[in-house]
């Protein structure tokens, strides 16, 4: 993932990374910094592999690899003609661009009855995706989603990506604007709402979650160190994988006495978030093994590396499937359990409304204090005299 570019152009560094024999930095929080002093590097920096290429496309590739081939006329194509869609997605949110691919793959392949691994959206076949964008396949799809038990966040987000896939055809001449228009006004089925089921981990969890990181690298003192600072920012600050991703140092100061990470959120949303001493403490250790923390870097970990790790260090564990995102969630209902208002909580996720802020939150039943348990805590009594007669 590239580097952030500011208004006067120059890069930061990334969070995250990590070499041997580092000098001995200087302590990670330092007095806020102005615009005229050396930007930073990203925080957390990629030691490994992640085993799968990271399918999101580097925002600083060439817009020319977007443009098709062998255009014949206006509105005309040739079958053989192809776009670059991953470079088209450059300008999303590199969420969003993960959830279109998935979905125009999915949509391409169902539609036209293929085998998912045969698109490709770096050179995705103008003329099929042109002829599957139909009102009428796209309802149909739609309503095999339900069927496939999705919810109503998932539909939505499905009939977005292929009304974006609509729009791009249009944009590059291949199609009038008036097809996702059409798209757009397609009706989606109706559908369960709500937050999907995640897993909320205890304390005592996400301490066998730490542990398991030491013994999934024991030789790798920088990437325990690396990754037991983003586990602990996400579940102690709920920060998305995203946003610890393209975290940097200089996002790092202070206010007063506390500590504050400046996150980069979805939308391009920006908000301070308090670090607990322990968050600092975490950031302090994995500081010596960063390979280069004053200096422009171009290997920033990336989001999917973050998964990986999660889910290997969980299954270690011996836990249930943990994903980054429900660190999140158990940093949310964590703070609900303690007494901290749904307000607090949406500033530190960044959600835009409370509302899901509740939903997030509330998506666990108090089974210990049930509504459910009233009338049987009422009823008990006579119960008991019933069968006393």
Known sequence: ???????????????????????????????????????????????????????VIDADAQITDMVPFGANGELGFIETESVNAMVAMAGLSAHTQRAYQRWIVRYLADVNKMERRTIDLKELNIALAVNSLGPASLKGWLGHLKTRKLGKQSIMQAKASVVWLAQLMADIGRAEY????????????????????????????????????????????????????????MVTCGLRRDEIATATWDDLT??????????????????????????????????????????????????????????????????????????????????????????LIRQSLGHSNIATTERYVNSVLELDHAATDIWADTLGDDAEDDNAE
Do not use: C
């Open 1 to 55: 993932m590239s580097p952030r570019k500011r208004k006067d152009d120059t890069q930061q560094l990334d969070l995250f990374s990590a070499a041997p024999n580092a000098p001995e930095p200087a302590p990670v929080l330092a007095q806020h910094k102005t615009r005229t002093q050396p930007l930073q590097p990203g925080l957390f920096f990629e030691l490994v592999d992640a085993n799968e290429p990271d399918t």
């Open 178 to 233: 008036s097809t996702a228009s059409g798209l757009s006004r397609v009706k989606a089925p109706r559908a369960e709402s709500g937050q999907r089921e995640g897993t909320w981990l205890t304390q005592d969890e996400v301490r066998q979650l730490l542990r398991a990181l030491r013994k999934l690298d024991a030789e790798g003192s920088a990437s325990v160190a690396r990754n037991t600072a983003i586990i602990i920012l």
């Open 254 to 343: 202070k206010q007063g006495r506390n500590a504050v990470l400046k996150v980069h959120g979805k939308g391009e949303k920006l908000r301070t978030v308090k670090l607990p001493d322990m968050a600092v403490q975490a950031i302090e250790t994995w500081k010596p093994h960063h390979p280069n923390p004053e200096a422009v870097t171009t290997s920033s970990i990336t989001d999917k590396a973050i998964w990986m790790f999660v889910i290997k260090a969980a299954k270690l564990a011996g836990l249930p499937r943990v994903t980054p995102h429900d660190l999140r969630r158990s940093f949310a209902r964590g703070a609900y359990e303690a007494g901290v208002s749904f307000e």
